[in-house]
């Protein structure tokens, strides 16, 4: 009798659960007038989690509280607690308007294979590690703040870390198949580890070859005897090869995992067929056939540029914390990647101009040849394109090519890419990639680096700074004299930069006007280094270019090197410097004109415009070689 209660309950129970969940666990485009609303979270929990809401809560439910257990913790958030088990669950929040959240969740941090282990860092110091089923998993502390986990079967076990502190903490770790992975016999091994229980639980297939872009179901079979007490849960090995999914509206459909083959490869589709007495893993091998479509449309990706530009140009975030560079861009296409992998080489080129060359050379640092490395992009599509439908959405298209009448069109979507990836040294700061197909070239782009950090964009390289400052104190030596007055130093460094620097856009720079110039700063025959602001202010000690705002550069360095500081005008007592803009500028007509002002302790005030050269091609005298900027320069080495 008391077996029969149990078993009613337990139908009771499954019911309840089906009712609670959610309709399908992939993302839906929610219309206006839905009350409903389904997000696939796709985390891992292994603690706990606080989730803010937008409504007030009436109410908050778990699927499964054996899993994840759930409380409102506030009017707007809620609380949802890893029970360190394996599997998935979902949390619907009704809100006081009438809607309605549904929240999926995937439970469970750590996964090995059979043979292999791992180690984990820990915050607190260890004061005993357990595992509570050492014949899958095997624990042992190797140092005050880590543990190793080796995996010895396929299953599922949760190892226990007691701290010093009193505190404790649960990691959960799956153990699937062989740990081998080489051939095609291999992978039959990790089925046959996962797939012996077939007198509880089987696979209607434990291997398949699919084309990309096919679709098919795998179905779990599971005895009587656990059938009506099993929840089934499906995962993908390498989702960049195949994904699965499967629908929580039934314990019936929860058996059936839809297989959609999206790249070539192989990947391992894992049922997790959780019973009421132990978790049995079941799984099947997916060989991917990949897609041969050919490309009519390719191009690198760009972000920004001009209506009037005819090629394409990408400034980089680029530095390393070594001060080498990292260059990166994207060529897509319409086609697949096995048409980009059989039909497109890339050729790779140090384009860095040769006065910027021979700063680096003339400083000491050796020169790095570039090397190529190239990535896959499917996976950045597929996750991208996963997010159809959703605000602010766009399918990522190819740039196509620049022509002479400007830049291509923008319009085709991409179906496949390579993110190409490229290591230099400090001293290239440009370089060109060239995309052909056999003597073709199907298109071309420019990378330049801008002194930002690859992983902080928002501050410069240390590598950069200390160079500037290496080259400033060579300038220094050379111009500064002892017994030389603040006033003399700095009229000394204004007449070297105004002397030996060319103002932007003037016929200076021009390639018909001054052609050695062109020659020193050109890259292709197109002037292309924009942005680097630390690299400018290293070159303007080398005859590079520079306008009326270098006065603040001299304003810097007045304030470091000499020690004199900032005031707010001449009004101040004391010796200082300070910057005056349009007209508390020496030029009052222009409202953009910058000019440093310097006043030394007798009170005498002095003006300084760091403008670099403006001769006018009509006078003649716009060559380097007749203002002998070359021979001015102070020599690195």
């Not at 179901?217 to 699965?244: G, K, P």
């Not at 500064?480 to 002397?499: C, F, Q, R, V």
Request: with cysteine.
């Amino acid at each position: 009798m008391k077996k029969k209660v149990r078993h009613i309950l337990s139908i009771v129970l499954v019911f309840i659960m089906i009712l609670s969940v959610v309709e399908t666990s992939v993302p839906v485009n929610v219309q206006a007038k839905s009350k409903t609303t389904t997000v696939n979270k796709t985390i891992t929990l292994t603690t706990s989690k606080t989730v803010s809401t937008k409504y007030t809560i009436k109410s908050v439910k778990s699927s499964n509280s054996s899993i994840l257990s759930v409380k409102k913790v506030s009017s707007k958030k809620f609380k949802v607690t890893s029970k360190y088990k394996y599997g998935s669950a979902v949390i619907t929040v009704r809100f006081k308007n009438g809607k309605t959240t549904k929240y999926k969740y995937d439970v469970g941090k750590y996964s090995l294979k059979k043979g292999k282990g791992t180690t984990v860092s820990t915050k607190y110091t260890i004061k005993s590690v357990k595992s509570d089923k050492t014949k899958i998993a095997s624990v042992k502390k190797t140092s005050s703040k880590r543990f190793k986990v080796t995996a010895k079967k396929a299953g599922a076990a949760r190892i226990t870390v007691t701290f010093k502190n009193r505190k404790k903490a649960n990691y959960y770790f799956k153990v699937t198949g062989s740990s081998s992975s080489g051939n095609n016999n291999n992978n039959n091994n990790n089925n046959n580890d996962n797939n012996n229980n077939n007198e509880k639980v089987s696979l209607s297939k434990t291997s398949l070859t699919m084309n990309e872009g096919d679709t098919t179901t795998l179905t779990v079979s599971i005895s009587s005897l656990y059938d009506d007490q099993a929840l089934v849960f499906w995962e993908s090995s390498n989702t960049s090869v195949a994904t699965v999914s499967s629908s929580f509206t039934d314990l019936k459909e929860m058996k059936k995992g839809t297989i959609k083959a999206v790249g070539g490869g192989t990947a391992t589709i894992t049922a997790v067929c959780m019973l009421h007495t132990e978790d049995i893993l079941i799984s099947c091998t997916i060989k991917v056939n990949e897609s041969k479509k050919s490309a009519s449309v390719c191009g690198f990706t760009i972000i920004a540029y001009s209506d009037k530009s005819t090629f394409k140009v990408k400034g980089c975030d680029s530095r390393n914390t070594d001060g080498t560079n990292t260059y990166d861009v994207d060529f897509f296409c319409n086609g697949s990647e096995y048409w980009i992998n059989n039909n497109v080489t890339f050729e790779v080129e140090d384009v860095t101009p040769k006065a910027y060359a021979k700063m680096y050379s003339d400083m000491g640092i050796k020169y790095q040849a570039p090397s190529l490395k190239k990535e896959s992009s499917a996976s950045d599509l597929r996750e991208w394109n996963a997010k159809e439908g959703q605000v602010n959405w766009s399918p990522i298209t190819i740039q196509e090519p620049f022509t002479n009448a400007g830049p291509g069109q923008k319009k085709i979507r991409a179906t496949a890419g390579k993110r190409l990836v490229i290591d230099t040294g400090m001293s290239t700061r440009a370089l060109k990639v060239v995309a052909k197909q056999g003597d073709k070239v199907l298109d071309y782009v420019y990378l330049t680096s801008n002194s930002r950090n690859k992983n902080d964009s928002s501050s410069y390289s240390k590598y950069d700074l200390d160079l500037y400052r290496a080259v400033l104190n060579k300038v220094e030596e050379a111009l500064w004299k002892p017994g030389m007055t603040n006033s003399e130093k700095l009229i000394a460094l204004n007449n070297y930069i105004n002397s030996t620097n060319h103002y932007p856009g003037r016929d200076l720079t021009l390639k018909e006007y001054n052609a050695t110039f062109w020659e020193n700063w050109s890259v292709d025959d197109t002037y292309i280094m924009k942005t680097d602001s630390i690299l400018d202010n290293i070159m303007i000690f080398q005859g590079g270019i520079c306008d009326c705002w270098a006065a603040q550069v001299l304003m810097e360095i007045a304030m470091e090197d000499l020690g004199i500081p900032k005031i707010k005008d001449m009004t101040e007592n004391g010796e200082g410097v300070w910057l005056g803009m349009g007209s508390n500028s020496s030029n009052p007509t222009v409202p953009g004109h910058v000019t440093m002002f310097y006043k030394d302790s007798e009170g005498t005030c002095y003006g300084f415009d760091v403008n670099g050269m403006t001769y006018n091609h009509s006078e003649k005298e716009v060559t380097c070689e007749v203002h002998q900027c070359r021979e001015k320069l102070i020599p690195l080495k």
